[in-house]
C-alpha cells in the first residue's frame, strides 16, 4: 500500500506538472502528507478526467485499506480508463510524440501510466510487498541523562529494566540499572565490573578488574552475581567476554589461555582459536551458534563477523569494519545484528544473515554500540560523542600544549629531544586504514606521511615504521619523514602488530603471529631476510636497552624480564624493582635505569626512576592531566622525563531503547 502511494504521487505530478503535496519546509511538506488532500484536476487542467482523478485520489487515500489492495488492481482501473490492454497501451505509449495535441496527451498518458503499473505490479509481487503495510516508524526512547562514558549495557528478561556500567562525572566505573519510565539510575554494589549478560532467570554475568594487553584487549575475571544485588561468585580468570547459554546453566567465553585468545562453548569446550582476539560473542536464542566478533589485531576493533557452532565449524560473514563493537542475534536467529564502521569510527547498525546477505539497519552522526536485543525485537544502543586528543611538553616549555590534529589522535613515538611527535589518525578525519602524520611539538601544522597505523621513528628522525592494515596478515611499510617513497619492509606470513627501531639503525624488533601460533618478538633487518625470534611465544615485548641488546617483556608468569636479542648473549634477566601495577615506559639514556608510572589521583601519573641493578624507586616527576581532558593514557617520555606527549580521550555516552527496527 505504500508503494501504492507513492506511485498516486508520481502519477498525479505526470499529469498536473505539480507536486501532490507540498510544503515551505520538510515538516509542513509532511504535515501536508499526513492531514491534506491536493488540489483537484478540475482546478489545474480541464483536459484531465475526473475518472483519472478519482484514481488517483484513491492512491493517495490517508488509509491504506481505503487504497486499491495491490498494484494488480490498480493496472486493472487504469486498463479499463484508457480502453486498452496491456499489449494495446504498451503500443499506444511507443506511438506517442511530444508534439500530441492536448486532447490526445491523457488517454496516451493513461496507457503509459498502465503499462508502468503492469510493470510495477510483476515487480511487487515477485517481491512479496504488493500488500505490505507501511513501514513501522523508528523510536528511540532516552534512558540516561548523565554526563561520561557508558562501557557496557544489557537488557534484563521482560525488556523494561536495563543494566549498565558507566564512569559518571569522572567517577570510576560502577554499574547502574534503570527503567524506562524514570529518569534516574540506581547505582548496583558492583564497581570496577562491565555487565556482558543476562540470563533468562535474571542472573548477572559481570567481567571486572580489567587488565589491559593491548587497546580494547582488557580480559578480566568473569563473575556471576544476582540482579538484587547479593554477592557475586569468581567463576573463571582471563575473560574478555561472555554470554549465558539459553537455559542459564553454562556460559560461553572469550577467554586468554598462555597470551592467545580462544572461545569456549561451553566454558572449557574450546571451539575457536585465533591470533588475533575475540572481542564480543552473542549465543543464539536455540543455543546451537555463537556468533563474535573476529578481529586479527590484538587490541584493535578492527575486523569481520564470524559464527560457530558446537561441533567447532565456523562461517565467515562477508563483513570488514574498520571499527566493531556490540553483536547480538535477532529475534528468531534469522540475523546477526551488529555494530560496523566500514571507515572511521562513526559504526552503524548493520545486520547479516547466516548465509552472507548484510544490510544496514540504522545510521546516525556519532557511533553506536549495540547493547542487547529483546525477543520482541526492541534493541539497546548506546551514542557516543568521542574524540582522542594529545598533550604535549616539550623541554623548556613553561605550560603543555594540546597536540591533537584531527578527530582520533593516538602518539605513537617522541624524538629524544622531544621536539617531534610520530602519530596515527584513526578516526573520520584519518580515512580508511588510518592515517600516519607528525608534527613538531612547538605546534606547528602536522605533516601527513601516508596511509596506515605509525609506530616508530628512526633515531636520526628520517623514516618511521608504519603498520599497513590492509592486508592479511598485516605488514609494515618503512616511510620517509622527508622526501621519497615508502617502501615494502615485510612480506611474509606473519601478522605484524607493533614495531621499533633498533638503535644500530640497521634493524628493526617486532611484535607478530606466526600462522596459528602465540605472539612473540622478533628482530629483523631493514634490507630484508628472515625475521628471528627473540621470546618464547606467548612472551612479547618492544621496550629495548638504548644500546639494543635486550628487550624488556612480561613472561607467562607475569615477572618483567630483560630478553637478550643475540640468544648467544645468555639467559633472560628478571628486573628488579618493578612493583604490581607499574607501567614500563622506557630506559634512561645510560641504560642503567627504567622509567615506570603508576596511576596518582584524579588521572594522573608518578613518574619514578628503577635502578636495574638494585632496584631502588627515585620519584622523578609527576604528570596531571591538562583541563579539559581525563585520564591520562598512552605516554612518551624524553630519556631524562623533561619532556613527554600523552595521549587522552573524552566520551559523553547516551543509552537508548530503540524500537521499529527491522
Known sequence: RTDIFSFGAILYEMLTGRRAFSGDSLVETMNAILKEDPPEFSDISPNLPSSLDRIVRRCLEKDPNDRFHSAHDLAIALEALSGASSQSAASIAARAVAGAPPARRVPMLVAGAAVLVVGAAAFLTGRGLSGGEPPTVTEFQRLTYRRGPIDSARMAPGGTTFVYSARWDNTPLQLYSTRGESPESMALPYRNADVVSISDKGELALVSNRRGISGYARPGTLSRAPLSGGASRDLLENVQYADWLPDGSDLAVSHVVNGQYQLEFPIGKVVYETTGWISQLSVSRDGRRVAFLDQPLLGDDRGSVSIVDASGAKVALPVECESAQGIGWAPGDREVWFTCASKGLWRALMAATPDGQVRTLLRVPGTMILGDIAANGDVLLSHHNARRGMVGFAPGDKEPRDLSWLDWSQPAALSDDGRTLLFTEEGEGGGPGYGAFLRSTDGAPAVRLGMGEALDMSADGKQAIVQKLDPTPMQLLLTPTGAGQSRVLTSDSISHVLAAFLPDGKRFAFIGF??????????????????????????????????????????????????????????????????????????????????????VGEGGVQILRVDLATGARTPVRTIMPMPGTNAIGQLLLTPDASGYVYGYGVTNSDLFLVKGLK
Not at 631476510?529 to 628487550?551: H, I, K, M, Q
Not at 607475569?558 to 615506559?585: H, M, N, S
Open 514 to 599: 606466526e600462522p596459528d601460533r602465540p605472539n612473540r618478538t622478533f628482530v629483523q633487518s631493514l634490507d630484508g631476510g628472515a625475521a628471528t625470534p627473540v621470546t618464547p611465544e606467548g612472551v612479547s615485548g618492544l621496550l629495548l636497552t638504548p644500546d639494543g641488546t635486550r628487550v624488556l617483556a612480561r613472561d607467562a608468569d607475569g615477572r618483567r624480564r630483560l630478553f637478550p636479542i643475540d640468544a648467544t648473549r645468555g639467559a633472560p634477566e628478571t628486573v628488579r624493582g618493578i612493583e604490581p601495577g607499574d607501567g614500563a615506559v622506557r630506559f634512561a639514556a645510560s641504560g642503567l635505569n627504567l622509567l615506570v608510572r603508576r596511576a
